[in-house]
T-cell receptor, first 116, second 113 residues
Framework: GAGVSQTPSNKVTEKGKYVELRCDPI?????LYWYRQSLGQGPEFLIY????????DSGLPNDRFFAVRPEGSVSTLKIQRTERGDSAVYLC??????????????FGEGSRLTVL | GENVEQHPSTLSVQEGDSAVIKCTYS??????FPWYKQELGKRPQLIID?????GEKKDQRIAVTLNKTAKHFSLHITETQPEDSAVYFC????????????FGAGTRLAVHP
């Protein structure tokens, strides 16, 4: 596709439920990032994939959060036992091969998660 | 780890005036400093970036300056226009091959006609 695609754009769930957020990066981009943006704040790093492997998951807040990228393209962020504090916009970004990396991250429009 | 602070949180200017947003960072190993613009309900988009081997970079009405000794960098927008109204985020990272960007809290810029 032309840009990073994220689905769903909006997700409302109840406390304790499980949610999955999907990211389809720009074709050919091997690096994929998940960020979380709370209202009035800057994006907060969660996890980085280079290819299929999670090269840096130091930003995941706890073990309720998990992300996969099984074929090195689409990624899914999974949140178990959701809490109200998980409500935020979850942003996915991708960037090209390391050797060609200009530094720019290409962000998706985000998935807005609301936990009631 | 890296910590980025950004000021001011809101900035209101008249069309045609200049706007300056300032950021400080804590990790002296950081060497890549981008600025992203986020319009309401939209994705963040890169507008300009600077690496630690230069002190200033310009792109039309936008410029960024970097002072590595003081660990601060600034965004300058000249001849502001209403379409410049948005939230601006600074960020810092160790660009060792991937961009684990640490973002500031953002500055909401309003340009009044």
């Amino acid at each position: 596709g032309a840009g990073v695609s994220q689905t769903p754009s909006n997700k409302v769930t109840e406390k304790g439920k499980y949610v999955e957020l999907r990211c389809d990066p720009i074709s050919g981009h091997t690096a994929l990032y998940w960020y979380r943006q709370s209202l009035g704040q800057g994006p907060e790093f969660l996890i980085y994939f280079q290819g299929t492997g999670a090269a840096d998951d130091s930003g995941l807040p706890n073990d309720r959060f998990f992300a996969v990228r099984p074929e090195g393209s689409v990624s899914t962020l999974k949140i178990q036992r959701t809490e109200r504090g998980d409500s935020a916009v979850y942003l996915c970004a991708s960037s090209p091969l390391r050797v060609k990396n200009t530094g720019e991250l290409f962000f998706g429009e985000g998935s807005r998660l609301t936990v009631l | 780890g890296e910590n980025v602070e950004q000021h001011p949180s809101t900035l209101s200017v008249q069309e045609g005036d200049s706007a300056v947003i300032k950021c400080t960072y804590s990790d002296s190993a950081s060497n890549y400093f981008p600025w992203y613009k986020q319009e309401l309900g939209k994705r963040p988009q890169l507008i300009i970036d600077i690496r630690s081997n230069v002190g200033e970079k310009k792109d039309q009405r936008i410029a960024v300056t970097l002072n590595k000794t003081a660990k601060h960098f600034s965004l300058h927008i000249t001849e502001t226009q209403p379409e410049d109204s948005a939230v601006y985020f600074c960020a810092a990272s160790e660009s060792g091959g991937y961009n684990k960007l640490i973002f500031g809290a953002g500055t909401r810029l309003a340009v009044h006609p």
